[in-house]
């Protein structure tokens, strides 16, 4: 075990999509309180694992990196050591292997970290209370640190995991307005709208806006191409809206894909309906948007904003406005505009820390057991191949495959990942429109 910052330490991330792996890697190098540190990653199979193009645009390396099940990584957690994990998933995916991993019955067990990519604007409870039992439950904000100790108060679990830092992936230069530049980017998201009319009305009321300036650039910034995944589906990828837009596509409108960071670089005017890049582009000082045109509900993320000051229409933007954000707000959802990132970290790499000297840990003891929610936690645990008690279901054990078989078996899950995106893209919206007759 690491007891000075001259030795190395050895961090395994499990990412279920291309934004969590990015979260996870970054908090990993944040959090570990070390100079030296050993990542290896292990992306979970499922529908979101991220390809080789996602990867290379999210840009962030590790050691080491393999595709696994969940079972396969409960396994090489037994087989070898390391010092720190950190659980990337969505809250089942968390909850899956903190009770996979109390089962291994360690003698020496990994510090156990996890947390939230982005702005969390829905589930709250549900999503905290599956993450529960982890050392550290990072929040992004003091606004979320305090909302999260009330969620585990609230139900009588310890908080005390509950650790504030901040969003990992921030910085860049401040912005600084340029005379021969003005570029407004719309920040598309997979999920947010979710209906075609929403989403249509988004993508024309964007080139309407490029038309209605026809010097200034126009970027509509994409997560994913189609029949990607991210941490979200998109039935219906702007680009295939794009292709049937009437008139077509102004000269000074594009589509552009790559590192958020980039793009931000030379924005002027960052607009979106409740995508984390719009934290992104407040800490750099840009100013940024908050669509209100499909209204502002909780289903649109949108009320996560309320009181930021950067409420705004597309009419008001085609008037010129520009939004100016609330420095308090600002303040309180760890944007950290004012300089004060780089000790954003601190407290969780001092927890972290003390948790790797401490003489032996803890057993974990997520909230959820098969006593408090003998009703919801076995088929969480079961998606994940676990028994209510942890342990791998019968059938899931290691079994040997030649190589052939390997190739073949990667074969068909392509192909039927390949079934799966078709079918969300193009066969449900089908049906959904028949059914609506």
Same mark, same amino acid.
């Given at each position: 075990?690491?007891?000075?910052?001259?030795?190395?330490?050895?961090?395994?991330?499990?990412? %279920?999509?291309?934004?969590?792996?990015?979260?996870?890697?970054?908090? /990993?190098?944040?959090?570990?309180?070390?100079?030296?540190?050993?990542?290896?990653?292990?992306? *979970?199979?499922?529908?979101?694992?991220?390809?080789?193009?996602?990867?290379?645009?999210?840009?962030?390396?590790?050691?080491?990196?393999?595709?696994?099940?969940?079972?396969?990584?409960?396994?090489?957690?037994?087989?070898?050591?390391?010092?720190?994990?950190?659980?990337?998933?969505?809250?089942?995916?968390?909850?899956?292997?903190?009770?996979?991993?109390?089962?291994?019955?360690? =003698?020496?067990?990994?510090?156990?970290?996890?947390?939230?990519?982005?702005?969390?604007?829905?589930?709250?409870?549900?999503?905290?209370?599956?993450?529960?039992?982890?050392?550290?439950?990072?929040?992004? =904000?003091?606004?979320?640190?305090?909302?999260?100790?009330?969620?585990?108060?609230?139900?009588?679990?310890?908080?005390?995991?509950?650790?504030?830092?901040? &969003?990992?992936?921030?910085?860049?230069?401040?912005?600084?307005?340029?005379? %021969?530049?003005?570029?407004?980017?719309?920040?598309?998201?997979?999920?947010?709208?979710?209906?075609?009319?929403?989403?249509?009305?988004? &993508?024309?009321?964007?080139?309407?806006?490029?038309?209605?300036?026809?010097?200034?650039?126009? &970027?509509?910034?994409?997560? =994913?191409?189609?029949?990607?995944?991210?941490?979200?589906?998109?039935?219906?990828?702007?680009?295939?809206?794009?292709?049937?837009?009437?008139?077509? @596509?102004?000269?000074?409108?594009?589509?552009?894909?790559?590192?958020?960071?980039?793009?931000?670089?030379?924005? %002027?005017?960052?607009?979106?309906?409740?995508?984390?890049?719009? @934290?992104? =582009?407040?800490?750099?000082?840009?100013?940024?948007?908050?669509?209100?045109?499909?209204?502002?509900?909780?289903? &649109?993320?949108? #009320? $996560?904003?309320?009181?930021?000051? @950067?409420?705004?229409?597309?009419?008001?933007?085609?008037?010129? $406005?520009?939004?100016?954000?609330?420095?308090?707000? *600002?303040?309180?959802?760890?944007?950290?505009?004012?300089?004060?990132?780089?000790?954003?970290? %601190?407290?969780?790499?001092?927890?972290?820390?003390?948790?790797?000297?401490?003489?032996?840990?803890?057993?974990?003891?997520?909230?959820?057991?098969?006593?408090?929610?003998?009703?919801?936690?076995?088929?969480?645990?079961?998606?994940? #191949?676990? /028994?209510?008690?942890?342990?791998? @279901?019968?059938?899931?054990?290691?079994?040997?495959?030649?190589?052939?078989?390997?190739?073949?078996?990667?074969?068909?899950?392509?192909?039927?990942?390949?079934?799966?995106?078709?079918?969300?893209?193009?066969?449900?919206?089908?049906?959904?429109?028949?059914?609506?007759?």
């Amino acid at each position: 075990m690491p007891t000075s910052t001259s030795e190395a330490v050895r961090v395994a991330v499990l990412a %279920d999509s291309d934004t969590r792996w990015k979260w996870g890697a970054l908090t /990993a190098r944040r959090i570990a309180p070390s100079t030296s540190i050993e990542l290896s990653g292990f992306l *979970l199979r499922g529908r979101a694992t991220p390809t080789a193009r996602q990867l290379a645009e999210v840009g962030v390396r590790a050691d080491e990196l393999r595709e696994v099940t969940g079972n396969e990584f409960l396994r090489t957690m037994k087989d070898e050591p390391y010092d720190v994990v950190v659980l990337a998933l969505v809250g089942g995916g968390v909850q899956a292997m903190l009770h996979g991993l109390a089962a291994l019955a360690l =003698s020496r067990r990994p510090v156990i970290v996890t947390g939230y990519v982005g702005v969390v604007y829905e589930k709250l409870a549900d999503g905290l209370l599956l993450r529960h039992g982890a050392d550290v439950v990072l929040a992004n =904000s003091r606004h979320d640190a305090d909302r999260f100790r009330a969620v585990y108060e609230g139900v009588g679990a310890d908080a005390s995991a509950v650790t504030e830092a901040a &969003l990992p992936f921030l910085g860049g230069a401040p912005y600084e307005p340029k005379d %021969d530049r003005d570029t407004v980017v719309f920040a598309a998201q997979p999920s947010v709208p979710a209906s075609r009319a929403d989403r249509a009305y988004l &993508l024309r009321r964007l080139v309407e806006h490029a038309r209605l300036h026809p010097k200034r650039e126009v &970027l509509l910034k994409l997560r =994913s191409k189609p029949g990607e995944h991210t941490t979200h589906i998109e039935e219906l990828p702007y680009q295939k809206l794009a292709e049937k837009l009437p008139g077509g @596509l102004p000269p000074n409108f594009s589509l552009v894909y790559g590192h958020m960071s980039d793009v931000l670089d030379r924005t %002027d005017l960052l607009v979106t309906i409740s995508s984390t890049a719009a @934290l992104e =582009s407040l800490h750099r000082r840009i100013p940024t948007a908050i669509l209100t045109d499909l209204g502002v509900r909780e289903a &649109l993320g949108n #009320h $996560h904003f309320l009181g930021s000051g @950067l409420m705004a229409s597309w009419d008001q933007l085609d008037g010129g $406005h520009r939004p100016a954000p609330d420095a308090e707000w *600002l303040s309180r959802q760890g944007v950290a505009a004012d300089g004060s990132y780089d000790g954003a970290f %601190d407290e969780a790499r001092k927890r972290v820390a003390r948790l790797l000297l401490a003489p032996g840990l803890p057993p974990l003891a997520p909230y959820y057991t098969p006593a408090t929610a003998p009703g919801y936690l076995p088929g969480i645990l079961a998606r994940h #191949h676990l /028994a209510p008690d942890g342990t791998p @279901l019968p059938g899931t054990a290691k079994s040997e495959v030649s190589g052939v078989r390997r190739v073949m078996r990667d074969a068909v899950r392509e192909a039927a990942r390949g079934a799966y995106r078709h079918g969300v893209q193009r066969v449900a919206p089908v049906i959904r429109r028949m059914g609506q007759l």
